[in-house]
């Protein structure tokens, strides 16, 4: 069976092309929709109400252009919509969540998870449930770094002051003796060398994006959908601002050259 | 002559609640209806295009009030949309850029001044056009400080992390010498006392606000469209998400409690 349906994946703005990324890699023949909402973003600072409106619009748009399963590469939307999203739509809905949770499980060898993510992640408790429904066994820690968003836009994941934030956010976290840190927001990997030096060599840090991008080929596997063609997929990419803003934060983010960029409404 | 209908304010979110203090104090007699696209924050980081598209969207809201003029309470709505608004409503519209600017030039000793705002409004050019229009012989220096509304948002305002980025950013205008420096964000009068700070006692800090509520009643007082009603205003507030947040924040910008928020869409 081959299904040359394209794959839908939408984000609230860039954050999510790390998943396009990892996605491009390990299913290098499968068409990619990508919808950034641009004009709206960020979602972590809203409400459930308004994230979960958005994303049903964000997959209508998907819809358009018949996609056979559809990724929430945002962790806001993951943690906010999903289940909405999932008794919404036809194809198959996956989020960035249950990815991340089972990574850091693998991960930790003293069952304790740290998680780092925007206000609305962290307050909806995703994380701490994605984990229990694996095993009551670990502990879950939080943190909300609303800055840290901002600051990756801003260009200084660099800067000095990047480390003192990072410092004030993390403290709680280190003082919860956390070995696995979950970067919940697909913003954060910009930020890995910071995080890196200020939890220390003993902590791992969990990426969701490969692990999404594994689960995705794994449902479209289980379900017959994977495209059988040999040619390299098409990549298209879809906003809602201007696009050019997008293209030069969004190449930081996909680590590749973007091309084709269309704004959407 | 006496007009009893409400003026409309609108902004991003709850920084145009600075002007809506203002406009109490200076115009108690009026009714107030304020709309804060809160569902859509923040504007400075968008293009024209896309806010002039929710500027429209705001004013014709606003209109089903029945309002008497439009106040654009937002400094990036005013630096990207205002001559759009002005053409295609029949009511007045009026900014917070020509407040500021003029406020600004009657403030300077040395004709130097300095504007902080979001990338939007700074690279609008406004400012600078504002204050040419009045004299040429005023230089006016700019800076985009994109960090300082979510710090505001964050709370922060009072951290010495703060402190630092503000001495980031306004090393260049420190250089050039300003004597006056126009906070060019409703959000940035919540960081005065750290803009003081750094910028040294010698220059002058100016909000637009009550420059803009000024105007506001020279435009009402020429046109005979003040409300001659002895009794206090009503203020109605308006959210495109849900109002918590607005409130919790908004109080801090209004100085005021806020009751009676309503969510719009």
């Known amino acids: 069976m081959s299904d040359p349906r394209p794959i839908g994946i939408f984000d609230s703005g860039v954050g999510g092309l790390t998943v396009v990324g990892e996605m491009q890699d390990i299913l290098p023949n499968e068409d990619l929709v990508y919808f950034g909402d641009t004009a709206r973003v960020p979602y972590g600072t809203k409400s459930k109400e308004t994230v979960t409106k958005f994303s049903v619009e964000n997959v209508e748009f998907l819809m358009e252009h018949n996609v ?33 949770a089972r990574q850091a499980v693998s991960a930790t060898r003293n069952n304790r998870i740290g998680v780092v993510g925007t206000h609305a992640t962290i307050s909806s408790g995703a994380y701490e449930k994605a984990v229990k429904k694996i095993s009551p066994r670990y502990k879950v820690f939080t943190q909300a770094c609303p800055l840290f968003v901002p600051l990756v836009e801003e ?26 840190l979950v970067m919940g927001c697909t913003h954060y ?3 890995k ?39 390299s997929g098409r990549h298209i990419f879809f906003v809602s601002d201007e696009p050019n803003r997008f293209v030069r934060i969004g190449e930081k983010f996909l680590k590749r050259r973007i091309k084709c960029v269309k704004r959407a409404v």
């Open 193 to 231: 060398e910071v995080l890196k030096k200020v939890m220390g060599p003993g902590v791992m840090l969990v990426d969701s994006a490969r692990e999404t991008a594994k689960e995705a080929r794994r449902i479209l596997d289980a379900g017959g959908l994977l495209n059988g063609s040999k040619r």
């Open 189 to 191: 990997p910009i930020l």
């Open 155 to 180: 260009g200084w994941s660099d800067k000095e002051v990047t480390k003192t934030i990072t410092q004030i956010y993390l403290k709680p976290l280190k003082q919860k003796k956390v070995d696995t």
């Open 68 to 100: 056979k399963l559809v990724v929430v590469a945002c962790n806001t939307a993951s943690s906010l919509s999903l289940d909405f999203l999932k008794r919404c739509f036809r194809v198959p809905v996956m989020g960035v969540i249950e990815p991340g």
